[in-house]
């Protein structure tokens, strides 16, 4: 690994670096969160989980066994899963919950706003667990490259 021992600076200003990734790729899988298209969400965030990932060890100059002994990959996998196909439940869910509410009151006009607003929960979901998802990543990056400063 080049460039061992970063100094604090360094590590504040990859970690910078990394966060303004994380949130470029959050921003990515809201957008195919949004999409309704079934299943895209999920491969979309599997995909750009596992760039995200890399792209983070890479900004730390770590690989992946270095981090992977502080962290559970089939976990974070599990989740980002999980978080999609929840944004996509929460969509419908939405959006069911709506008209029925609407349908009572029969605005007819409020009815075509119905499939973007449960869009758009199921979005929002999708980005925040990606952003979270992100964060705890270069969390265990940073504590993996002090641990080699301090070796």
Do not use: W
């Not at 670096?17 to 921003?27: G, I, N, P, S, Y």
């Not at 491969?43 to 060890?57: A, F």
């Not at 002994?69 to 929840?86: C, H, K, L, P, Y």
């Not at 952003?131 to 993996?144: N, P, Q």
């Amino acid at each position: 690994m080049s460039g061992y021992p970063f100094t604090d600076a360094e590590l504040k200003e990859r970690e910078k670096e990394a966060r303004e990734l994380v949130d470029k790729k959050a921003f990515y899988s809201s957008a195919a969160a949004a999409v309704p298209i079934p299943f895209l969400d999920i491969g979309t965030d599997m995909k750009l989980m596992n760039d995200l990932t890399d792209d983070i060890e890479e900004i730390f100059d770590l690989n992946h066994k270095q981090v992977s002994r502080m962290t559970d990959d089939t976990r974070n996998r599990f989740a980002v899963m999980a978080t999609s196909m929840g944004s996509e439940f929460v969509s419908t869910r939405v959006t069911k919950f709506l008209m029925k509410r609407l349908a009572k009151n029969s605005a007819k006009k409020s009815f075509r706003l119905l499939p973007i607003i449960g869009q758009g929960a199921g979005a929002l979901i999708s980005y925040r667990m990606m952003k979270k998802l992100g964060y705890d990543h270069i969390e265990k990056c940073l504590k993996a490259s002090k641990q080699m400063n301090a070796a």
